[in-house]
């Protein structure tokens, strides 16, 4: 009785959040205050904070904020709006409040970004993903975010999979060989080289997911001098030159088993309406250092390349 409680409780809860989500989503050009916002929920402001970071990992004043400046960093790119017509459609007082909040962001002020013409750091509206287990059902909030990265050297070592969406697919058996293989190579290494990153190289794939490069390896220094590349790490380990493109990074929080499905709904569900599209490049697995692949509090993200419609 009680853990069926339990679950009464977490369902409701995560439904109020939905709620929320979609009133602070279909409200961006308000100036959005957290009482008005906690008025969509059945808790008080100080109630709705501890709920909304509990399930969310961000405070309801940073979400809306970053949601905002997105949404506006977007708009500087897409279109050729004063900097102070965006700043009053999405509910700021005034150019110079929106100039000093974009660039305590972004890092660089809103003509600056506009100039550059880069996607970086877009943050997408927190969405629901329905997940499909055998035997049930599940909800979760996932997070989206927008990106460029420079072109970048990784090195480790490579294996052919079939994918998700092959006739075939056999990645859940032949990566952890290959995280295994990079593992037992760098195993004399005590000061980690860089990020970790396996690397989806469909450039050359087959239409029916087959013949799919996938690499686990190691992003280098770009600092590094050449001379020094071969002997980095191993010697036998491959090199690869990932080059310059955008990302939709998906955040997936679980055991790796289950990043199939993360993947899934992504393609299937937030991609056909999100403004983008998918291209065929390099997709990348970002790891942090102390990555848990079968715990269930497991954090990774899943870079696809896509481009603007």
Not at 26 to 41: G, K, R, V, W, Y
Not at 108 to 127: A, M
Not at 131 to 141: L, Q, V
Request: one cysteine or more.
């Amino acid at each position: 009785m009680a853990v069926e409680q339990r679950k009464e409780r977490s369902v409701s809860t995560f439904n109020r959040i939905s709620k929320v989500l979609s009133f602070i989503h279909n409200n961006l050009d308000a100036t959005l205050s957290l009482e008005e916002i906690a008025e969509q929920s059945c808790w008080s402001r100080w109630q709705l904070q501890r709920v909304f970071q509990s399930e969310t990992g961000l405070t309801v004043a940073h979400y809306v904020r970053e949601l905002k400046l997105s949404v506006a960093a977007e708009m500087l790119l897409d279109t050729e709006q004063r900097v102070i017509d965006i700043a009053l459609s999405l509910g700021f007082n005034s150019e110079i409040a929106f100039s000093r909040a974009f660039k305590q962001l972004f890092g660089q002020s809103p003509s600056v970004y506009r100039k550059q013409s880069q996607r970086i750091g877009l943050k997408k509206p927190i969405e629901v993903s329905e997940i499909h287990y055998p035997g049930k059902n599940t909800y979760s909030f996932v997070e989206v975010r927008i990106d460029t990265k420079d072109t970048f050297l990784l090195k480790g070592v490579r294996g052919e999979i079939n994918g998700l969406f092959s006739l075939a697919p056999n990645f859940a058996e032949v990566v952890p060989q290959l995280w295994a293989s990079l593992e037992a190579e760098s195993s004399g290494i005590h000061q980690p080289v860089g990020q970790l990153l396996g690397v989806v190289d469909i450039t050359k794939a087959n239409f029916d997911g087959s013949q799919i490069q996938y690499w686990a390896g190691v992003e280098l220094d770009p600092h590094i001098p050449i001379p020094e590349l071969p002997s980095l790490i191993s010697e036998r380990l491959e090199a690869l030159t990932v080059p310059k493109q955008t990302y939709a990074a998906v955040r997936h929080k679980g055991p790796i088993e289950r990043l199939p499905h993360t993947l899934e709904w992504f393609i299937l569900h937030w991609l056909p309406s999100s403004g983008y599209r998918g291209i065929d490049g390099y997709e990348l697995e970002v790891y942090p250092s102390n990555y848990e692949p079968l715990s269930p509090h497991a954090d990774m993200e899943y870079w696809v390349p896509i481009q603007k419609v």
